[in-house]
């Protein structure tokens, strides 16, 4: 996945792509970056895509509709009745510019899917559905998972053309929300996981994403190899480290050290768990970048405590 550098101040809209998924014609596919939008919420130029309470709606609808035309995602679709399909995304729009309709989910860490085609009710009604991923085969449908930290994990079937765009956090993650989406594939397209191709979008990494020990023990009990997912780290104490005595004085013997902190492998987790679900390992392709460690270039949940926007991860299908 293409990678930005770091130190020079990045002003216009940046999408990063996935190489071997860039490599097919009938695809749409992005994931979107802070960079190069209307926002002043958390920064300036922001393209906060999600509609928070700190942004303004209209921002939002701005950046939206730059990001779609950024990824080529216009022009009509006979298979789609742009004209019944409110207005998510689709303000903001230049004259003569037809945007495709974006399908968002109300995302609750869950492992609920669920398969969209032109005549679904959101699109129908503009009420946002519950749920954490989203697949179709019908082109001309633009299927957006929003993060600041989770990772959104796009899969697809060049086979039948079809594709599913998923939300993983640890939640999902334990949930099993990607090999459920190969499986959910499967059942409405007849996909084999051996030909989906799958790709992890930028979210906060191993470096940053320091956990509870019952997020442990919930992998454990899920997976034979949660043990290789997470890393202790001894707590480094520069105080302790230049007083020693005076801490092997205060406290009882047996109680010197600190409790180790540690840290989930989410993009690991979410990789074995499509090895295990029988994608092939060479078709999966991961972002190096941690949202935490490049709050410059994405927005991070934990990196800004909270006040942050949203990106979005998209797939969708061209028509004829
Ligand atoms: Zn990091």
Same mark, same amino acid.
């Given at each position: 996945?293409?990678?930005?550098?770091?130190?020079?101040?990045?002003?216009?809209?940046?999408?990063?792509?996935?190489?071997?998924?860039?490599?097919?014609?009938?695809?749409?596919?992005?994931?979107?970056?802070?960079?190069?939008?209307?926002?002043?919420?958390?920064?300036?130029?922001?393209?906060?895509?999600?509609?928070?309470? &700190?942004?303004?709606?209209?921002?939002?609808?701005?950046?939206?509709?730059?990001?779609?035309?950024?990824?080529?995602?216009?022009?009509?679709?006979?298979?789609?009745?742009?004209?019944?399909?409110?207005?998510?995304?689709?303000?903001?729009?230049?004259?003569?510019?037809?945007?495709?309709?974006?399908?968002?989910?109300?995302?609750?860490?869950?492992?609920?899917?669920?398969?969209?085609?032109?005549?679904?009710?959101?699109?129908?009604?503009? &009420?946002?559905?519950?749920?954490?991923?989203?697949?179709?085969?019908?082109?001309?449908?633009?299927?957006?998972?929003?993060?600041? &930290?989770?990772?959104?994990?796009?899969?697809? &079937?060049?086979?039948?053309?079809?594709?599913?765009?998923?939300?993983?956090?640890?939640?999902?993650?334990?949930?099993?929300?990607?090999?459920?989406?190969?499986?959910?594939?499967?059942?409405?397209?007849?996909?084999?996981?051996?030909?989906?191709?799958?790709?992890?979008?930028?979210?906060?990494?191993?470096?940053?994403?320091?956990?509870?020990?019952?997020?442990?023990?919930?992998?454990?009990?899920?997976?034979?190899?949660?043990?290789?997912?997470?890393?202790?780290?001894?707590?480094?104490?520069?105080?302790?480290?230049?007083?020693?005595?005076?801490?092997?004085?205060?406290?009882?013997?047996?109680?010197?050290?600190?409790?180790?902190?540690?840290?989930?492998?989410?993009?690991?987790?979410?990789?074995?768990?499509?090895?295990?679900?029988?994608?092939?390992?060479?078709?999966?392709?991961?972002?190096?970048?941690?949202?935490?460690?490049?709050?410059?270039?994405?927005?991070?949940?934990?990196?800004?405590?909270?006040?942050?926007?949203?990106?979005?991860?998209?797939?969708?299908?061209?028509?004829?």
């Amino acid at each position: 996945m293409k990678t930005q550098t770091r130190g020079k101040k990045i002003t216009e809209l940046n999408v990063l792509r996935a190489r071997h998924l860039t490599a097919l014609p009938w695809l749409v596919h992005g994931f979107s970056t802070r960079t190069g939008g209307f926002s002043s919420a958390y920064g300036k130029s922001d393209l906060n895509l999600g509609f928070t309470s &700190d942004d303004a709606r209209s921002a939002v609808e701005r950046n939206r509709a730059a990001f779609l035309r950024a990824l080529g995602a216009t022009g009509r679709n006979r298979l789609v009745k742009h004209s019944k399909i409110p207005a998510s995304g689709q303000t903001g729009q230049k004259r003569g510019t037809l945007l495709w309709p974006l399908v968002t989910l109300r995302q609750v860490h869950s492992d609920i899917i669920h398969c969209v085609d032109s005549a679904s009710g959101e699109l129908q009604t503009g &009420d946002l559905q519950t749920g954490d991923g989203l697949i179709t085969a019908t082109p001309g449908l633009l299927l957006a998972i929003q993060t600041a &930290d989770c990772l959104p994990v796009i899969l697809v &079937d060049p086979k039948h053309r079809a594709i599913g765009v998923f939300h993983a956090g640890w939640r999902g993650t334990v949930q099993r929300i990607v090999e459920k989406g190969v499986g959910e594939m499967r059942r409405h397209f007849g996909s084999g996981p051996r030909d989906l191709r799958a790709a992890i979008g930028p979210g906060v990494h191993e470096c940053c994403y320091e956990v509870g020990e019952e997020v442990r023990t919930k992998f454990e009990s899920q997976f034979p190899y949660a043990a290789e997912l997470f890393r202790e780290v001894k707590e480094s104490d520069p105080v302790r480290e230049k007083y020693p005595l005076l801490f092997l004085t205060a406290r009882a013997p047996g109680h010197g050290e600190l409790p180790p902190k540690l840290f989930l492998d989410l993009v690991e987790a979410n990789r074995r768990q499509l090895v295990s679900s029988g994608v092939p390992a060479k078709n999966i392709d991961a972002s190096p970048l941690c949202t935490n460690c490049r709050v410059d270039l994405l927005f991070s949940y934990r990196g800004e405590k909270g006040k942050t926007g949203r990106m979005m991860a998209v797939t969708g299908i061209r028509g004829d």
